[in-house]
């Protein structure tokens, strides 16, 4: 922790700590040079996580970032240094709370903002993203969440920070990282292929939070009305298209997304404004009939075939009633309305076959589950947390290509073993099983594969690469049983039931809540059968 009254690089004098985060702590300060606040963030790293290698490099793409930022939402870039061995990240200071504080204290029995001011937030959002994406290359931000968002006090303006997980999207292959909050992040961004409609998804989950006070369960997002059937529709409409799973039925740019926000936020403050709609043939008919008796014309607003209707001036209410009858015969027998009738039945039993269909893949997904745990289980408390490119085989799971299987525990676990049966069907699967921070990356080799032990954290790509070794690498035939076990504050790695003689350290207890495979190798396949994160304390 930094002192009050400390100035650092000769300028910048710290006056209080804001707050901490994963990589940082922040700090209020005030520029000595012309007297403005700024906000100083001392960048922080893990050995246990990140090598300083790898920190110096993210230090500088995000500061080679903020470098080049010039939009009105989004702080501006101030310095950057080094000092007594830290790095040090200057930006401009937005007197103000985030809406994650905002909504802690507006909530009531888990209600959040109102419907007009979660619309407006996302249209600030909207614009900053207009100009993020815009860039050449484009930037994603890939971490847009209710805390990132800062609501300035003095004009209410929303303010998007945090540019420390964004990256250039130079093309479809770019930015292979896995990173960002689970919770908002959608299940491309998870398997590491990120793109710009990625932030939309976030910013659709951030939206359903700050209406309902929740978030959402991560990669399955309910529709909007389903969850709050009270919020307007056409602002239901933007949310569902923006968390669609699907990246190609989002919204394909930004500036579409600010579009539709203004014109919800239109109809929102008024209503009345967006219920006028044009009077329908059948309307006209209706009115026609009801002014017949009366000598009345009909009425400017009414369709040119209403007005061609000639009037029955004195007509009794038994003609008007048996003309009536005549026209509601006649207008249901029309083509176009026989069309329109058959075209409705379509649609209902489209609707029919498409909730049969989720509920068979609902059922699917659970006998999915239970034959990758068919042998022993995750143990009590573990969830589905998502599933996605898996195909049965037998009592066994077929991983295809960018294949994902995550399992979840409400709170961590003590874990002593994790163990899994592999097969290789088809092409050269590219596997990564884990624990929590641990997990076995299985890779192919030549005619062969490699198991190696790595330690898995948020921002580490799944394919190796970027995977910090734990100890050692070992060869695998194509059909193999592997484990990783804890004793004695080592891990060690077995196949084929026949434990290896090196082990890797373990100076602090092997605790999970995450847990899954997942496969990022195309045109591949891979069998996968009796998963097991078996607790401390089980054999």
Same mark, same amino acid.
């Given at each position: 922790m930094i002192d009050a009254g400390l100035v650092l690089n000769q300028r910048f004098e710290v006056v209080k700590r804001l707050g901490v985060g994963g990589m940082g702590e922040v700090y209020l300060g005030r520029d000595v040079q012309n007297g403005q606040s700024v906000a100083i963030k001392r960048m922080l790293i893990e050995q246990d996580v990140m090598d300083k290698e790898l920190f110096d490099r993210r230090f500088r793409e995000e500061v080679s970032i903020l470098r080049r930022l010039d939009c009105p939402g989004i702080p501006a870039f101030v310095e950057a240094f080094s000092e007594d061995g830290h790095s040090f990240l200057v930006m401009e200071y937005i007197e103000g709370y985030s809406l994650?504080?905002?909504?802690?204290?507006?909530?009531?029995?888990?209600?959040?903002?109102?419907?007009?001011?979660?619309?407006?937030?996302?249209?600030?959002?909207?614009?900053?993203?207009?100009?993020?994406?815009?860039?050449?290359?484009?930037?994603?931000?890939?971490?847009?969440?209710?805390?990132?968002?800062?609501?300035?006090?003095?004009?209410?303006?929303?303010?998007?920070?945090?540019?420390?997980?964004?990256r250039e999207v130079h093309s479809k292959s770019s930015a292979k990282t896995q990173v960002g909050t689970w919770s908002y992040a959608p299940i491309e961004q998870i398997r590491g292929f990120v793109e710009p409609r990625s932030d939309f998804y976030s910013l659709g989950v951030t939206m359903l939070e700050l209406l309902s006070g929740e978030v959402p369960k991560a990669l399955a997002v309910p529709p909007a009305r389903k969850l709050l059937p009270q919020i307007p529709e056409l602002l239901a409409q933007i949310i569902d298209r923006c968390t669609k799973a699907e990246v190609s039925m989002r919204y394909p740019e930004a500036v579409l997304l600010s579009q539709d926000l203004e014109q919800a936020i239109a109809v929102i403050s008024n209503p009345q404004a967006?219920?006028?709609?044009?009077?329908?043939?059948?309307?006209a008919i209706s009115e026609l009939v009801r002014r017949w008796g009366q000598g009345r014309a009909p009425e400017p607003g009414l369709p040119p075939v209403a007005r061609a209707i000639p009037l029955l001036p004195g007509a009794s209410p038994e003609v008007k009633k048996a003309v009536d009858r005549a026209r509601r015969r006649l207008f249901w027998t029309r083509p176009e309305i026989r069309m329109l009738r058959s075209l409705l039945f379509l649609i209902g039993l489209a609707v029919l076959i498409h909730l049969g269909w989720k509920a068979y893949q609902s059922r699917r997904q659970e006998d999915l589950a239970r034959s990758l745990l068919s042998q022993g289980s995750l143990g009590s408390g573990w969830t589905l947390l998502g599933m996605k490119g898996l195909n049965p085989y037998g009592p066994n799971v077929i991983f295809s290509s960018s294949a994902a299987a995550l399992f979840r525990r409400t709170e961590d676990?003590?874990?002593?073993? !994790? +163990?899994?049966?592999?097969?290789? =069907?088809?092409?050269?699967?590219? $596997?990564? %099983?884990?624990?929590?921070?641990?997990?076995?990356?299985?890779?192919?080799?030549?005619?062969?594969?490699?198991?190696?032990?790595?330690?898995?954290?948020?921002?580490?790509?799944?394919?190796?690469?970027?995977?910090?070794?734990?100890?050692?690498?070992?060869?695998?035939?194509?059909?193999?049983?592997?484990?990783?076990?804890?004793?004695?504050?080592?891990?060690? !790695? +077995?196949?084929?039931?026949?434990? =290896?003689?090196?082990?890797?350290? $373990?100076? %602090?207890?092997?605790?999970?809540?995450?847990?899954?495979?997942?496969?990022?190798?195309?045109?591949?396949?891979?069998?996968?059968?009796?998963?097991?994160?078996?607790?401390?304390?089980?054999?």
């Open positions: 994650e504080r905002l909504l802690c204290v507006s909530t009531v029995q888990h209600e959040g903002l109102s419907p007009e001011q979660v619309a407006t937030v996302a249209l600030h959002v909207s614009r900053v993203l207009e100009y993020l994406h815009s860039l050449d290359p484009p930037l994603v931000h890939r971490d847009i969440k209710p805390s990132n968002l800062i609501i300035r006090e003095s004009d209410q303006r929303i303010f998007l920070v945090d540019f420390g997980l964004a967006g219920s006028e709609s044009p009077v329908s043939q059948e309307q676990e003590d874990v002593q073993e !994790l +163990s899994f049966f592999f097969k290789s =069907l088809k092409g050269e699967p590219d $596997l990564l %099983v884990f624990s929590g921070p641990y997990g076995i990356h299985v890779a192919p080799q030549g005619k062969s594969f490699q198991a190696e032990l790595v330690q898995v954290t948020p921002g580490v790509d799944l394919k190796a690469p970027s995977s910090r070794p734990l100890g050692f690498k070992t060869s695998l035939a194509s059909s193999c049983a592997i484990s990783l076990v804890l004793r004695r504050n080592q891990l060690f !790695l +077995s196949k084929d039931g026949r434990e =290896l003689p090196r082990a890797a350290s $373990l100076p %602090v207890p092997w605790r999970s809540q995450l847990c899954g495979a997942v496969q990022t190798a195309r045109g591949a396949e891979a069998l996968v059968s009796a998963l097991v994160c078996r607790p401390v304390g089980l054999r």
